[in-house]
């Protein structure tokens, strides 16, 4: 079952390339809510250590869409 909401963004990670993402959700989030999704913590090689790994969001849009997969207005 396709969600409710498109949200669509550019993310780009510390020390890499922006990429297009995108995903479905049952829930309108906001762009701190999926910052907490595609950020996080990351452990090195042979590390016992976790560390923060800095995460940019551009181009944020959560858009609700119908059961036809065609968006609706804001």
Do not use: H, Q
Not at 34 to 44: D, E, I, P
């Amino acid at each position: 079952m396709i969600g409710k909401y498109i949200i669509s963004a550019t993310i780009t990670k510390a020390g890499g390339l922006p990429v297009n993402w995108m995903r479905y959700s049952d829930k309108k989030l906001s762009k701190t809510e999926c910052l907490k999704l595609v950020g996080g913590k990351r452990r090195g090689f042979n590390s016992n250590l976790e560390e923060e790994v800095k995460v940019e969001l551009s181009n944020f849009e959560c858009r609700r869409v119908d059961a036809n997969r065609k968006l609706l207005s804001p």
